[in-house]
C-alpha cells in the first residue's frame, strides 16, 4: 500500500527566501507525481505534474524533482512570496488501479 | 464557464435530511472523483467515474450515493448524514487515456458540508 508523506507539516519563512518542500513515497512504482496548492477553504489548484520518466518540471519560480529510486519529490520555490502562503500537497499515482496516495500538506507562511 | 464548478459552496444539513452535492466540469474530461478532506486526514478517495461508469468505490458508506448522468456532471446525493461525515468534498476531473486512471487531476472549490 502507497504511503506518502511531507516533511515538514509546517514551515514559515521571510519573504525573498529559496525554500524546499519533501515529498517521499514508499512504493517507487509510480506512473506520475503531482503537486497542488490550497488556500484555506479552497479546492486544490494543480501546480505541476512529473512523469515518472522526468526528472523534474518547471513553472515560474516553481521547481520540481523526482527520484523515483529513492522515492522521493521535492518543490523547490524561487524568491518566496507573501502570496506564495499556503498549504502544499503533493500525490503520486500508481498501483494495479493508477490509484492517487496524497500526502498531508505542508503549510507554508511567507512572511513580509 | 471554465474548470471545475461545485455547488452549493456550503451546506448545512440535519441527520435526517436528503441533499445533493454537484459538480460539472468544463474541460472535455472523461474522468471524475469525488474525494473527502477532513481536519488532519490525508484526502480520501471516495468515488470514480470513467466515461460515465464508476470504477471505484472505496468502502463508503451507502449514506452517500454518486451518480454521473454523463461526463460534464457528477453528483453526490446525501441522506442520513451522521456529524462526523462533516468535511470538505472536493470534485475532480481528469482526461484519461487507454482506460487508464492517469491523467493530471484538476479539482473544483470544494463544498463544505456540515451535520448537525
Known amino acids: 500500500k502507497q504511503e506518502v508523506t511531507q516533511i515538514p507539516a509546517a514551515l514559515s519563512v521571510p519573504e525573498g527566501e529559496n525554500l524546499v518542500l519533501n515529498c517521499s513515497f514508499t512504493d517507487s512504482a509510480i506512473y506520475n507525481l503531482q503537486w497542488f496548492r490550497q488556500d484555506p477553504g479552497k479546492g486544490l489548484t494543480s501546480l505541476l505534474l512529473?512523469?515518472?520518466?522526468?526528472r523534474e518540471q518547471t513553472s515560474g519560480r516553481l521547481n520540481a524533482s523526482l527520484d523515483k529510486s529513492s522515492g522521493r519529490s521535492t518543490l523547490y520555490i524561487a524568491a518566496s512570496q507573501p502570496g506564495d502562503s499556503a498549504t502544499y500537497l503533493c500525490?503520486?499515482?500508481?498501483?494495479?488501479?493508477?490509484?492517487?496516495?496524497f500526502g498531508k500538506g505542508t503549510l507554508l507562511t511567507v512572511n513580509p | 464557464e471554465t474548470g471545475v464548478t461545485q455547488t452549493p459552496r456550503h451546506l448545512v444539513m440535519g441527520m435526517t435530511n436528503k441533499k445533493s452535492l454537484k459538480c460539472e466540469q468544463h474541460l472535455g474530461h472523461n474522468a471524475m472523483y469525488w474525494y473527502k478532506q477532513s481536519a488532519k486526514k490525508p484526502l480520501e478517495l471516495m468515488f470514480v467515474y470513467s466515461l460515465e461508469e464508476r470504477v471505484e468505490n472505496n468502502s463508503v458508506p451507502s449514506r452517500f450515493s454518486p451518480e454521473c448522468p454523463n461526463s460534464s456532471h457528477l453528483f453526490l446525493h446525501l441522506h442520513t448524514l451522521q456529524p462526523e461525515d462533516s468535511a470538505l468534498y472536493l470534485c475532480?476531473?481528469?482526461?484519461?487515456?487507454?482506460?487508464?486512471?492517469?491523467?493530471?487531476?484538476?479539482f473544483g472549490e470544494g463544498s463544505r458540508l456540515t451535520v448537525l
Open positions: 500525490a503520486a499515482r500508481g498501483g494495479s488501479n493508477y490509484k492517487l496516495t
Open positions: 512529473i512523469q515518472s520518466s522526468q
Open positions: 475532480a476531473s481528469s482526461l484519461n487515456s487507454g482506460g487508464q486512471n492517469t491523467g493530471e487531476l484538476f
